[in-house]
Every structure is written in C-alpha cells, then in structure tokens.
C-alpha cells in the first residue's frame, strides 16, 4: 500500500465479508463465536489471530488502532473509550509501586490529578519541570525514574516541547518517553519519529473533529503495547465498536479538515496579534511564538488551537465570553465549530493563581480552538466581543 497519509487513513480497512461492502460496516456484536472445542482453545490460547470478545477486540477498532499505527509510524496500539482512559491505562499497565515519572508541569488538568491525587496511593510520585525548565529535566530523574512524560503543543497555554531533546534525554537514562499528541494529531506531528516509545491521543477531539464521540488510543512499541493491552484486557477502559467505526471514518478526512483549521488558525492569530485590546498570542507558527523554531521544526502546520491574553484580567474574560455570539462555549476542542474557554474562570478556576501562572494561565488567558466555517465569520465574532 502506498506510504501516503492520506491514502493510509482511507484505504486501511478490514476485509470485506460476503457481501462485499465497499464502506466497513459496523460490527455491533459483544462476542464471537468458534467453530469448535478445539477452535475456541488455541484462540484463547492466542494461538491464532481471533476476536474472542468485544472487550479485547472488534473488526471496527483493530481498523481504527490500524489506522492510528501507520499514521504514526508506530508498531501497535490499542483503543480506549476516552483520552483519559488510555493516558491511565498506559501508565497502570507499564508503572509498579515505587516507580517514578518526571513530567513536565504542563500537562491536562485531568492528568495532573492523576499523577497528584490517584498514582501516589500506588507509591507511585512525580517530579515536574516547567516549560522554560528542561535544562532541569536530568536533575529530576531519579534511580526509579521510568518514565518522561509531555504533551506539546501544551494545554491550554499552547506552548512546544522540544521532542528531539526529550527523546535523547530518554534514551540516555534508559527512561520511557510518552508524548500527548493531541494537539497536533499524527497529520501534523509524529513524536516517534523523535525518539517517542508510546504516543496517546484523546480521539474525542480532532481525530473526530465534529464533537461526536468519546475515544482514546495508545500507540507505540510492540512489546509495550501488549503489557497496555492485557493490562486493559482486564480492566475494561475498551473503546466501543460504533464510536471506533465513526473514529475510523473521521481519519479519512483528517488531513483535509487539519489543513483548514490550521490555515483558519493562523488567520485568527495574525488577527489577534494586532488587536489593542490583546496583549500577547501563542499560536506555534507565529514568528512570536517563544518556541516558534522548535515548532517548525517538529510540525508540518501550527494546529488549531490560538491561546490569547485579553487586556483586563478575569473580568475581561468572563466579558468576553458573555460577548461571542457565533463561537461556542464548551468545554470539547478539535471541533468544526470554533470553541472559545477561559481558563482562568472555569476549567482552572479551583487553582491558585501562582499555580495557574506556573503552566503560563493568566488571568485573561483565552483558549480559542478555531474550526471550520469562514474565517471571517469567526474572526468579525472575536472582534465584536473584544470590543
């Protein structure tokens, strides 16, 4: 088959039954059935390639995880049923008690209180470094050190992580590296290519991109994959068939709806940047971008996500919000709707505000995930609530 993106994200799929659909069908089915004792035997015995249950396998997954594999040039992967779910389940299946990871301070709220509230009943902790503190990253790690973890670009503050230099850093203390590469989607970005042992998406956002579904993956080693898969196999975070069927079909439109949001993006942040009422912009392939030449050269295009610093603290905020009138305010992103959050106000509200500052959250922050429609509809919306 052709190496292609685009060819893998539409061509990759199951084979046809006897009816000889063109389009893979759905495959709404708990469990399977064996053709006899012995047949039912060497399959649990995984002696034979076979879907036993819908827990461990289904036709509709195995093509979406397919998918995801070659789209980032991974060995394997499993599918779960949300973002989270893979990011626990790969840190359950491959951490013991006493082990320890070293992540970067930036990381998703629900991650956060994972590694802070959940894995340390387990004796499992986690040293943090913060974004402009990577020159701290080797102090951090510790003889139990197993894993380094990071998402770039960051959520919500958009910041990038220089995965070349995390990979070498890995692979110098023998330490796993995890990349959370949401944000940018395999289209964009390809974190193993850097060094990256296991790479995990949330599904729920562009990979689906019309705010339809919850589902998670994980992809990566082989050999890592398997402890992840048994560690799931039991544990039951499966994705189901019909989200992994709609998933599955939203990657064959995944290049061309990226390069929309993408060209959508950076409009909206040549926009902002030049607005009186914006005091700063974070979007990766602005020339502004702190880490604007690291983005280039680990990301084909910038991605959807714009972070903007409206004048006039949380108030101006909640102001802003109270404002728009075409874009929607919730909590997804990844979307064919532009999607505006105010960090400070909502999602991180419970957070001091020197705890907020440390993951670059001021108080005007505003997370915009810019979708799909005429750029200047979305563009004259922002202006209109900025004013």
């Keep these: 088959m052709s190496q292609h993106f685009e060819t893998q994200a539409i061509r990759t799929q199951t084979e046809r039954t006897q009816f000889s659909e063109h389009s893979t069908p759905l495959y709404l089915t708990s469990s399977f059935v064996f053709d006899d004792a012995e047949d039912m035997r060497a399959s649990f015995a995984e002696e034979k390639e076979k879907n036993l249950y819908s827990r461990f396998s289904n036709p509709n997954t195995t093509e979406f995880v397919n998918k995801m594999v070659a789209m980032e040039g991974a060995e394997a992967g499993y599918a779960f049923a949300t973002g989270m779910a893979a990011v626990f389940s790969t840190f359950g299946a491959l951490l013991n008690t006493g082990d320890h990871i070293v992540s970067c301070r930036s990381v998703f709220g629900s991650t956060h209180t994972l590694f802070t509230k959940y894995l340390p009943k387990w004796n499992i902790e986690t040293s943090y470094f913060k974004i402009n503190e990577v020159a701290k990253i080797e102090s951090l790690i510790q003889p139990n050190t197993k894993i380094l973890y990071a998402e770039t670009p960051t959520n919500p503050a958009v910041d990038i992580l220089d995965l070349e230099l995390l990979g070498n850093i890995a692979k110098k203390h023998n330490l796993l590296l995890v990349i959370d590469n949401c944000f940018a989607t395999p289209y964009l970005q390809n974190p193993i290519k850097f060094g990256a042992d296991l790479v995990i998406h949330s599904a729920t956002k562009l990979i689906d991109g019309q705010g339809r579904v919850l589902g998670g993956v994980t ?37 061309i709806r990226v390069e929309k949001h993408c060209e959508n993006a950076f409009k909206v942040a040549q926009f902002l940047e030049e607005h009186p009422k914006v005091n700063l912009v974070k979007y990766p392939f602005l020339t502004s971008h702190p880490q604007y030449e690291i983005a280039k050269k680990q990301m084909r295009l910038g991605g959807n996500i714009v972070a903007f610093e409206v004048k006039g603290g949380i108030e101006a905020g909640r102001n802003f919000l109270n404002s728009i009138k075409l874009c929607s305010l919730t909590a997804n992103l990844g979307d064919t709707r532009t999607i505006v959050t105010h ?45």
Aim: glycine share 8%.
């Design 219 to 255: 992809v990566g080693k082989e050999e890592l994959i398997r402890e992840i898969y048994l560690f799931s196999r039991n544990t039951g975070p499966a994705m189901s068939p019909f989200n992994a069927w709609v998933l599955s079909k939203s990657l064959e439109t995944l290049a």
């Design 343 to 387: 960090p400070a106000s909502t999602t991180h509200s419970k957070l001091s505000e020197a705890d907020r500052l440390e993951v670059g959250i001021t108080d005007g922050l505003v997370r915009c995930s810019v979708g799909l429609e005429n750029v200047e509809d979305v563009i004259n919306d922002l202006k209109q609530a900025l004013g």
